[in-house]
């Protein structure tokens, strides 16, 4: 059985093939591994498809093989299947498969109509843009069918950036991923065209390098032993907006940490339950029990904020850095024994890009090089959150609900993070659970939630990981 790191890894094309060979190394005839990865997808075709006819494209290369293997086993099952192949295949497990189907084989899509559709134009070799006939061919067999499943990955998307290379792609209703993800099945804008997403695993094993998608953490409640500064001591320092260090506070109290102490001048108006110190953030921050800090939420940005800064710096442990903070700080700042976490959005992903000099294309690129440039773990957000970490790990949050796209849920997720990295987590752990924990938090809330209700249920989220 395919550990759960299998499961969860994301691979480059190259990765991918360098697994293939493998299993190839180890015995396997390249059309056995065809067969059985597209029996394997056969059989959610069937169950999708639940008696309905199916129109299959094939392309020249393996997508194409599989597409073969796919209409045969459904045709065994059953179905009424019907195969579009503009090409002729060209590598031989290709070959073995079109001999496989023996049946009829249409090169044009004509007035091909029918219920349910499978893309097996291109998958991960895709190499450069459809051409003109292709991508015409793809998006009216799309339209003319009930429903679009693509397999591996839409025809048309590069399977290790997520870039759509051409206009007006169909939009899939399933995806079915080969053997483990690829970048697209993850990134934007690739991720918006694939709908419901399922791994067909064919027994790929687990690459220590290989980038994961987060998965749900394994939490442990407290121990029988713990007091509330062995579970960690959390302080967050507030600025000229309490309301975005309250928020965060609110979370932290709910996401592991034993003790969550806000520093601010001015009290809030907030609960009971949340420990305020208005005295000096130096002497707030005075103090060795402290496990980790987040500054950034609501901090504001001019002379006193950089002061609190530097004083939070200063504290030499876990550090989370969000918001203001993140357009405060300077490369010179940073003592490398820290462990910092920086929670970016794209703007301040921007920000600290232009101070670290860093002129990677793309966010994934970007991110990395960041990480790598500051020492730091960074965490950016968006749809698509990527954590990247120093030492190369990249993590990529599954999709959340985009109900979360509010003002202020940036400041819960930073209030998870440091909770869980005062909690003992690292970073770049930290940064998981805490994505994680917010997406299952924001999935508890519903739709249209206020941050305040998201921060509240960060306690549910967190009882669903134990
Ligand atoms: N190895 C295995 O046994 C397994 C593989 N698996 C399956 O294999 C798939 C990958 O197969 P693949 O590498 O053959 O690539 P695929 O995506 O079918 O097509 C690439 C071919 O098309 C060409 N080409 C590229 N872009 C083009 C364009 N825009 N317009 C026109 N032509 C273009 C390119 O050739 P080129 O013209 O660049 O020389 C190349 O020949 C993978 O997604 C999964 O479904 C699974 O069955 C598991 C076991
Ligand atoms: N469409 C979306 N889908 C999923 N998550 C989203 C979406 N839009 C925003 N988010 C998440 O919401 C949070 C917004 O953070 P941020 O922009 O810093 O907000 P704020 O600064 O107002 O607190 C991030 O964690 C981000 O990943
Ligand atoms: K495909």
Redesign the pocket.
């Known amino acids: 059985m395919a550990s759960d790191n299998a499961l969860s890894q994301i691979l480059t094309?190259q990765q991918?093939?360098d697994a293939?060979q493998r299993i190839?190394d180890a015995g396997m005839p390249?059309?056995d591994?065809?067969q059985?990865?597209?029996g394997r997808a056969a059989e959610w075709v069937r169950r999708i498809a639940a008696g309905r006819s199916v129109t299959v494209l094939c392309?020249?290369?393996?997508?194409?093989?599989?597409g073969y293997?796919i209409a045969h086993c459904l045709q065994k099952a059953g179905l009424e299947v019907t195969i579009v192949a503009p090409?002729a295949p060209?590598?031989p497990?290709?070959k073995q498969a079109l001999a496989l189907w023996g049946d009829d084989v249409l090169t044009s899509g004509g007035s091909v109509q029918g219920e349910v559709f499978v893309d097996?134009?291109?998958?991960?070799?895709?190499?450069?843009?459809?051409?003109g006939e292709?991508s015409l061919l793809l998006r009216d067999l799309a339209e003319r069918h009930q429903m679009a499943i693509a397999?591996?990955?839409p025809?048309?998307i590069a399977?290790d950036s997520g870039a759509v290379?051409n206009e007006r792609l169909p939009r899939f209703d399933v995806t079915l991923a080969?053997?483990a993800w690829k970048f697209a099945h993850c990134l934007l804008p690739a991720r918006d065209k694939m709908g419901t997403q399922r791994l067909v695993p064919?027994g790929v094993s687990a690459l220590e390098e290989a980038a994961v998608r987060v998965t749900k953490p394994k939490l442990a409640p407290p121990a029988f032993a713990d007091h509330k500064y062995s579970r960690g001591l959390a302080a967050i320092v507030g600025g000229d907006m309490p309301g975005a260090s309250v928020l965060a506070a609110q979370a932290a109290m709910r996401a592991g940490a034993g003790y969550v102490k806000l520093a601010v001048h001015e009290a809030p108006n907030a609960g009971p339950e949340l420990v305020v110190d208005t005295s000096h953030v130096r002497v707030a921050l005075d103090d060795k029990r402290i496990n980790a800090v987040l500054i950034g939420p609501g901090l504001a940005r001019h002379e006193g904020s950089i002061k609190a800064l530097e004083t939070a710096l200063k504290c030499k442990g876990a550090l989370v850095l969000d918001a203001d903070a993140l357009h405060l700080v300077e490369p010179h700042m940073l003592d490398p024994q820290m462990s910092v976490l920086a929670t970016p959005h794209d703007g301040e992903l921007d920000a600290l890009c232009r101070k670290f000099a860093i002129v990677a294309d793309g966010r994934m690129a970007r991110a990395k090089a960041l990480a790598a440039m500051s020492g730091m773990v960074i965490c950016a957000k968006g749809p698509d959150t990527i954590i990247a970490s120093p030492q190369g790990e990249v993590a990529i949050a599954p999709p959340a609900p985009s109900w979360l796209s509010i003002a202020g849920t940036g400041d819960v997720l930073a209030g998870i993070a440091v909770s869980r990295m005062a909690n003992g987590s690292d970073p770049f752990t930290a940064a998981c659970e805490a994505v994680w924990l917010h997406g299952e938090a924001a999935r508890i809330c519903g739709p249209a939630f206020t941050s305040l209700e998201l921060a509240q249920s960060v306690g549910r989220a967190l009882a669903r990981c134990l």
């Open positions: 094309t991918m093939r293939e190839f390249e059309f591994l065809m059985l990865a597209s392309g020249p290369g393996n997508n194409g093989g599989d293997v090409e060209k590598t497990s290709a097996c134009l291109f998958g991960s070799g895709l190499t450069r843009k459809l051409s292709h397999l591996d990955v025809s048309g399977s290379l080969l053997g064919i």
